[in-house]
């Protein structure tokens, strides 16, 4: 267990290594590429062993700015160092090959482990792939929730708490901006955390910090939202379920994986850690989507509801319309501009009729309206100007100016209007290939970015008509935007021309 | 595509990175964390980006001396580095989930993405925990196999190749240094490769390499082989299948995992690379082995014949008893001192034994000896003194002292004897304990370490009569490794204590 001082070397490398001297390495009998765990005071990190002959002198353990700061060390600092033990957790994943069930026990185990960084992140990897692989069962995932949110930050509001909650998928969806002012205009709580894009060309965080801000405390929030009955805030910093930021960074992103088990404890936890006793869960479905066919989504939808049921979360799942994006708007600020105008009741008719019919399932979950009557009642908060005060008040207590209106709204200087090549029917309008728009044009880093679909699935376009404008920043991603959409073509025309295929070299297909 | 000159940084890092300045990244839009391709001349290699502030001035790209060796540039050379392709293979592996079958095509895909370095860490793990999770069917085995050698270096001798393989597991299993002599006195061809350690305290090559040297080149070994119709020599530089070296080392030994059919496909793979036609499947059984039951041996001990079959090769596996180490000798030193005097007729009988029915089997796949009298013709070989003169001449062409006798052979300076503290016959004698033993004595890194062990099950042994004797080079090693003893204790004589449970805080279990 050798002593080392530490010295900060400036590399800003994702796993944790240390980085030391292959004489300090031999003289202490360290291997090369082993994991070590690097100590001080009541802080550890586990750490892999890489050696140098120059870089870090003798006797020194060479640390990341990010693990500095998790030590809470600075240069010069002695730390301790000494071998790993493999957490016995690691043979409960193993054993998931042999179908072994995990116990409520082993899976609070792995759970702590993992959390307390005591998994390499290829064990991380190990974890996350048994389930894509094996999979859990209801048992195990209703254990794996409650263990994840544990390990998390607790909002305890001592009333019943209300939420909405998409599993995302389908590029504009807009809709919490309208879902919580329409939701706390009737008094019902509704304190909704959201994440910021992952996939998307804006997720609800991003869309709301161009209205106010969105980084709260849990302190903050538990002060501010019995008050004024809802807020739109950022969920990153709360630290509800740390399990599945490490899950979704080492591996689920680096994969391009989300097994089931893994999504459904991934929002579940955290409607445990924010107290959420009600839950729409917003299901859009089809082409482009996380759930394709209607049969994933109906498979999905029972056991979310069922997992619900094992939490003590009240769960209705809605599957809603995804083969096009919601609304015309993407991107923060003119999706932030559309959730305004709809409020208003001037902007997308779409977004309008998704917001009260899951707004309304909450009031009828709430026995505000009777079953199937919700939706009527969400649309009068709408009508009477209620829910449009609420948003006002709601972006000014989260530090926004309440009198914002939506043409006040800055978006992207530089425009460009793609126009219809024929007369037709839109016959399809690709998510995948709008989300590529707004990602090149800028989305979500910078907010003014984006697209504006003058045209959606079913209406008829004259040649030389708007289907589409892109919104950026600067000429470069606005050239570098339109371009892709030359490429990807994301409107179906009735009647046009869907592929073509030639011998040379540019081949035009359409990628969806 | 944005060119960098190279600049050398010097840290020995596992795995690919390049650390470039922030101010680079952002001009050139590379993510942090993200893979690029680094590209000279006709060298690429996958890197996973890293950021710094300092470290590396901007328009620089800082690669490791792996990396700089990889590309074979040195610094201030221009590399071209550009975004990475995620293969269409990584898309085969992820199906596995829904039980797909690999196509043959499918297979080689994969195979050829990953030695050529396609797949980052995580994804190589995702493959080999696929298998691991999930499994292989025989078609994919044999697939797999065949591509593996494919891939690698192969070597072509245009007449029969016979060889002898252990699945390992057990400590002492000395007898490929008694089965090559045997077989080549005979005239049969056995170029036998093998591997150094990789959790026991010797791997053959390691033994052979305390009496000759075991590097020998392809071409070298076609050429001498085939003379003196045997050789021992090291698989490793060879290169014989590079997709099992990358999975040991990345996957397999950082999870302590050996996937059933990868295990088939690493072995079969190098058989096929060596050409072998004949093959005796060595399967030690018993606690503490890779097969601590009969029917998982037997069960593997069919797949492997079949696997066999499919491949062209005429394998016969040999259930060997396993609970026990081979002989009395564990260490490089001491196993080849023990190889040596057994093929004088002064050794240990159970390394004899085992040496003759091996060799045996292969002579009566060779047809030259009826079905079970193989075994009498290879103590014919012993008897004669004809395997020991074929000995003296293998050890001569591969650079060793021909004349070299058994108590030539320096073996560890410091040593200490460990007695009975009892009467009685010996019931249990731990292959996890001896290893741990030897290892802490500084086997294989150190030759001359290990242990003899001076009595084995079923013997009896008076209180005082020595158990075992540890080897070391240092007195530091030696203490630590009786100390080692004193508390695995790897022996069980009938009518001791076997566990003592106290209150206390020293318990002092047996670990097994």
């Excluded at 839950?279 to 999905?300: C, F, H, Q, S, W």
């Excluded at 972006?395 to 914002?404: A, F, H, L, T, Y």
């Excluded at 690709?430 to 003058?454: C, D, M, Q, W």
Aim: proline share 5%; net charge neutral.
């Amino acid at each position: 267990m050798p002593n080392m001082k530490t010295k900060q070397i400036d590399v800003n490398v994702d796993n944790n290594i240390v980085i030391i001297n292959e004489k300090t390495l031999d003289n202490e009998k360290i291997k090369h590429s082993s994991y070590v765990k690097i100590r001080s005071k009541d802080k550890e990190v586990l750490c892999q062993v890489v050696a140098t002959t120059s870089l870090i002198p003798e006797g020194y353990a060479g640390l990341t700015p990010k693990i500095i700061s998790e030590l809470k060390v600075k240069e010069e600092d002695v730390v301790n160092i000494f071998a790993r033990k493999i957490p016995l957790s690691i043979e409960y994943v193993k054993k998931k090959r042999m179908g072994t069930i995990w116990t409520e026990n082993q899976i609070r185990q792995i759970v702590n482990d993992i959390c307390a960084g005591q998994y390499t992140d290829l064990e991380i990897g190990m974890f996350t792939l048994s389930q894509y692989f094996i999979g859990l069962t209801m048992d195990e995932i209703a254990s794996l929730t409650k263990n994840m949110a544990e390990y998390g930050t607790t909002l305890q509001f001592g009333e019943p708490v209300y939420d909405k909650h998409s599993i995302g998928g389908v590029p504009g969806n807009k809709v919490s901006l309208l879902i919580v002012p329409i939701v706390a205009a009737a008094g019902l709580l509704i304190p909704k955390t959201s994440s910021r894009a992952i996939t998307s060309p804006s997720g609800t965080a991003d869309t709301m910090e161009v209205l106010a801000e969105v980084n709260f405390s849990a302190d903050e929030i538990l002060e501010i939202a019995p008050k004024v009955r809802g807020m739109l805030v950022w969920g990153g910093t709360l630290d509800l379920s740390p399990l599945d930021e490490i899950v979704i960074h080492k591996v689920e992103r680096p994969l391009s994986i989300d097994p089931h088990s893994q999504m459904l404890a991934s929002i579940f936890s955290k409607k445990i850690s924010t107290g959420v006793d009600y839950l729409v869960l917003d299901m859009p479905t089809g082409t482009g989507t996380k759930m394709p066919t209607r049969e994933d989504a109906i498979n999905y939808a029972h056991e979310a509801t069922e997992l619900g049921r094992r939490l003590g979360i009240r769960v209705e799942a809605a599957l809603s319309y995804g083969d096009q994006p919601v609304g015309r708007a993407i991107g923060p600020a003119l999706e932030a501009k559309e959730a305004l105008l709809t409020l208003e009741g001037k902007g997308s008719k779409s977004v309008l009729e998704k917001s009260i019919e899951l707004a309304g399932i909450l009031f009828e979950m709430a026995g505000l309206a009777p079953p199937t009557k919700g939706s009527e009642l969400a649309l009068k908060y709408i009508k009477s100007g209620k829910a449009k005060e609420k948003m006002e008040e709601i972006i000014g207590v989260q530090g926004g100016d309440p009198s914002i209106k939506p043409e006040d709204i800055p978006v992207g200087s530089k425009t460009q209007t793609i126009e219809s090549p024929h007369d037709g029917y839109i016959v399809k309008l690709s998510n995948s290939a709008v989300k590529k728009i707004a990602f090149t044009a800028g989305a979500p880093r910078h907010k003014e970015a984006g697209v504006y679909l003058h045209k959606k699935i079913g209406e008829f376009v004259r040649k030389g008509e708007p289907l589409y404008t892109v919104y950026a920043n600067s000429e470069g991603r606005l050239t570098d935007a339109v371009n892709v959409g030359a490429n990807l073509r994301p409107y179906s025309i009735e009647g046009m021309i869907i592929q073509r295929i030639s011998s040379g070299p540019r081949n035009q297909d359409i990628k969806e």
